[in-house]
């Protein structure tokens, strides 16, 4: 198996600095032991114009048949057949990505002590594997490497015999790549995609492979249009790794997208915690309420946005007027505590037909959330930063658009009724605000002006005469749902008459 990686320079800044980013000096060549053979890194050419270095992996085939015996962690169905004649010595695999980790592994982590802002910068970049296998062929080739940045992706197919050519191409190409990378970048490119091009691995695939696909991915699978093929086949088509491992990159997407660090997107918040919960059982007045409201309204495809932990959802499947309810949350730690207390992978075919969980940020619009009969924002808005309220109220009322929203949140006045929360305290760390029962129908109803529907008040919890209750939710209907609504009732007493 062979590799190179060259790069152009001047006198000034020299080609030859490739040398102190992959921590290999060009005027020797090395040797390094891998599990399934040896490993050599020599300089082809070395000047202050163009440096360029080869990884050569020589492939002990007596330690590949050792090591593809059997089911256990060294195994893999592919390997199991490298005691036959075929292409595992010779073609780019998993095992040259294995090399490429551990003799390169500095320049893969972007460590270059020597020359810090070299490691930091882009670099002229050309990378050629001679033969590497492409299951999917020239066009899966340039779907993968195109959108990382590479200005120039060039596969060649190879022929099966050039003598001939009517037998058609084999599965093999050979890749050149070009353009200004991050070494650091290029080098976790290829780690991952040679074994999703070859779709294949040479060792059996545990759970921490998820933890090096997300270390490798950083800053480029998240985004990348490919992202379900290549986290499928990186983790060997395990469907209980994938689905982690894309739960996982989903939510550092939609950090990324708010500029947010992901643990601060994933702040599950466990209502058990909340200081309201402990001189009254206040959420359970919130769930009575909300449950009240949906029935007066005839709702009956309902959508819990923010869902947390599943309280809500649980509550709504016991009435089975409630046909359909979909949860939606940011946070994947949150949906996966709900989804154990709904007990779905338990549940009978029937209700979990009623049960969606969804992950999703709440300030983005999403199509599969229009044509519902109502959405609920259960102390939702206070955990959103003021700026990013807007892009909320656009997506739920003004593109979703449900017949009616119920929308609870803190009545801020009432804290102080509260002996164990300190004065000017929020309820909850991550609350960015909490409002005056003014400020809440203030906001409240703008946005029914501006989305086209009304809106009503309804006091949560005891009703204090002079601070209020401790949680205020409003009631939004939509306008023509109204009119209809009362065109409908009009219609049926000129009947009864």
Known sequence: MFLTIGTTGTQER??????????KHPDKAQAFSTSHGSAHVFYPEASAERCTAALLLEVDPVALVRRGKGKGRGGAPDAALAQYVNDRPYAASSLLSVALAAVFKSALGGVCRAMPER?????????????????????????????????????????LDEQFPAWGDSRYVRLVLEGELRLADALRQLYVLLPVLDDAKHYWVAPDEVDKLLRAGEGWLADHPERPLITRRYLSHRWGLTRQADQALELV???????LDVDSVDNAVDESTDTEEKPVPLAEHRRTAILDALRAAGASRVLDLGCGQGQLVQALLKDVRFTEIVGVDVSMRALTIASRRLKLDRMGERQADRVTLRQGSLTYTDKRLTGYDAAVLSEVIEHLDLPRLP???YAVFGAARPATVLVTTPNVEYNVRWETLPAGHVRHGDHRFEWTRAEFRDWAGQVAERHGYTVRYVPVGPDDPEVGPPTQMAVFTRAETTTTTATTEKKKEAEAA
């Open 119 to 159: 490691a930091e910068n882009p670099l002229p970049l050309r990378i050629e594997v001679p033969a590497l296998p492409a299951r999917g062929g020239v066009e899966l080739v340039h779907k993968l490497f195109a959108p990382l940045g590479w200005e120039r992706v060039e596969a060649t197919a190879v022929p």
């Open 253 to 259: 997407r939609l950090a990324e997208s708010d500029d």
């Open 14 to 23: 020299p080609a030859t600095d490739l040398g102190f980013l992959l921590h």
């Open 391 to 393: 892009a909320l109220e």
